[in-house]
């Protein structure tokens, strides 16, 4: 039997990366007045577990790093320090170390070592200023001298916890050597047979190591034992002579009156302790091309959830044999029950659909749970003192939209911070409150997820951006635009109103990729400010991007999806109320605007210009920058598409996001209604188009 | 004895440097590809169009929920357009590339055969001019009298990937 260790890496890293979030965020909330005793066991916890795990599967700079970080820990947990703020900053800066050092090791990389050296040094500066008086066997102080006895009086449930106390005996022997150890066991506490239990531990042991070792090294052999065990160092210096009584008669009299069972499994359990160790090697060697594994993710399901699913699945089976039994003897009497078999298959179907897509909704904690991080560290650099509120946390998003959103919020709450708050001395001198107010929030809205970026600071200068604008040629110099439309021109490549470029914000690639990104996910943002009120950044994203809300149109026989966000309307409208600008250039008044009109037909090469029909249907979207309108043949359904990947086998389109697969079978292609408006730019330059290769 | 050898392997199995190759017919010729790379052959459906695509490219197809594009070899050989009838038949070619697995189907005139060859009966093929499309040709091989063209699939997948991207930019 052999055990491949590399397998459960991936869970090794993902856990210790939850612990490591769990870490962070209880240090942060962590209020130094008022220790609250159950944030530092938490704490402690999720450090011991990362220790555990790093152990078990061989990382030694993991585990050793967080040794010492569990040891401050422990002595803060056992009321031994009280917590200092340099302790939370320390802690903090470990946590960032060993996700440093776990990310290195995830991508099959030697971590770095200097970083957590230099950070084990400040921790021992600090663990070796105190601790002496209460400890009287300080492992770097005490005396090594003339050996240790050590109590141990396991609690009952020792054994349930898979642990074996004669595996720890004979590691110690190992270490200590044949003749230096004698354990003398007392069998008092063994009750009568009848109310024995062979799960449960009566016994209690007295090890005597009679060589000089270090207490460290004694202590490693107990490590897993300590919260199963009262362990009691003693150095031999103090206490008197122990009888030195037969110890291996004690052992045997001892296991066999605790358990039969626990012998027999001793032996199997260190050929596989022995076997665990040649794997480590192993997978130690074949860590260096392991390197795409760290790419591939997961996450986790609830149970509930994949019950649900299985329940379904159960239904769907029964719906499916029904019809088959149907199917195989037809006749038209029995026209009723196929149809309810069917809408009993479609809603089946849809149920499934929806349960499937749930798997992937995470709640936006997630997202949300580095910020109060980040606006810590950021209010220190700048000097700012700032609240940071979330709402909404629980609100559920696609997994990917999540990671991709994660970046553009950093942006954005950086930027609410640097340009967004006044420093502390303009806001006393507004007369507002000395700490400024960033707030996230989540709310689901339609098929939408929104979330908003606030701050109560100046909000938007609007003459400034102007200017900046005027200046960059962004805008030209005589225009008569709506305070709303100044708030977007911050979203135009190169813009930054920084005076000063700081390591934070300012150098004009910004709000141009955030909106970018935000798009890449079919979603869009926009801008809300009042001057000394604050500004607000609405980022409004669909739930997840496997499925789609789709208009189905159809242009020369051919069918194509739009995004259902993406439209403004769809009209009816005459070719008379086109006019032509350029040779291949029409736009057309709605309203209050004019907007350019595209003929999909052409854009795709499916036809030359065809001009007979006289009423033309007309989709209006919202473009990257203005409106469009996109002349299509007809309109169809609408309906709610899943999106295929064109790339995979092909490449990608320019005009096209994607394909779905329609309910007869057939591919539709995706309109990507961004890259349609790009191509609006050589149809008004050049009248005319590069035909299709023929 | 060499050659005794060798049949005696034969019958075992199939020689290291031998493959099954399944052949088809495209304009009167007979072409064969490395019989692991098909992945199932279809009857020719109407795919749907792919916008200012290269016209060898007849679109994409659903297969069981894959998008797989359709090209036409003989229009991409610029042999005669030839019909779509009963006959025609699209073969589904699959190949490991960088990216993942990579799925094409090609149409041609009809399915023919299936030849064990080993390679060192195919013959390099004559240096005949700069086109672009003896690159994926890997050999021929004389098959009972006839001439078989062995087409190499990565080079064939792999040149339709690269002619399309010139086209992006050549746009």
Redesign the interface.
Known sequence: MSVDLSQFHQIFFEESFEGLDVMESELLEMDLDDVNEETVNTIFRAAHSIKGGAGTFGFMPISEFTHVVETLLDEIRSGQRTMQANFIDLFLQSVDCLRGMLSDMQGGNEPEAERPAQLRKEFEVILNMAAAPIEDEDPSTAGDGQGWLIKMSPHRDLLLTGNEPFRMFRELRDIVGDDCLEVTSYCDDIPDFSSLTPEECFLKWDLKVTKTVPLEDIKAVFEWVEDECDLEYLSLDNTSDTEPSDADNHIEEASSAASTESVAEVEPTSVEATEIKATEVKAEKSAKPVKKQAESSSIRVSIDKVDSLINMVGELVITQSMLGELGSNFDLGRLAKLQEGLSQLEQNTRELQESVMKIRMMPISFAFSRFPRLVRDLGNQLDKKVNLVTLGEQTELDKTVMEKISDPLVHLVRNSMDHGLETTPDRIAAGKKEEGTITLNAYHQGGNIVIEVADDGAGLNEEKILRKAVEKKLVPEKNNLSPEEIHQLVFLPGFSTADAVSDISGRGVGMDVVRKNIQALNGTIEVRSQRHKGSTFIIRLPLTLAILDGQLVQVCN??YIFPLVSIVESIQISRSSLNRVTAGQYVMQLRDEYIPIVCLDQ????READDSSENLMLVVVEGDTEKIGIVVDDLLGQQQVVI???E????K????SG?T?LGD?????IIDISSIDKKLVPVKNNSHR?E??? | MAEVAAESLVVEGHLADEQQYLTFIMSGEEYGVDILAVQEIRGWEA?????????FIR????LR?????IMDLRLRFGLTEADYTATTVVIILKFDSDK?E???GIVVDAVSDVYTIADTEARKPPELTEDENSDFIKGLVNVSEKMVILLDVEQLLDLH?QV??E??IT?
């Open positions: 051919e069918t854009v795709f090469g499916l295929k990947s064109l995979q086998n092909y490449k389109v320019s005009g096209i394909a697969i079978g057939t591919v539709a292609l590069p299709r290769a023929a | 795919p749907t169009l792919i916008p200012n695509s290269p016209p679109g994409v197809i659903n929920g894959t998008i797989v594009p993942g990579r799925v094409l990937l399309l991207s086209q992006v746009d």
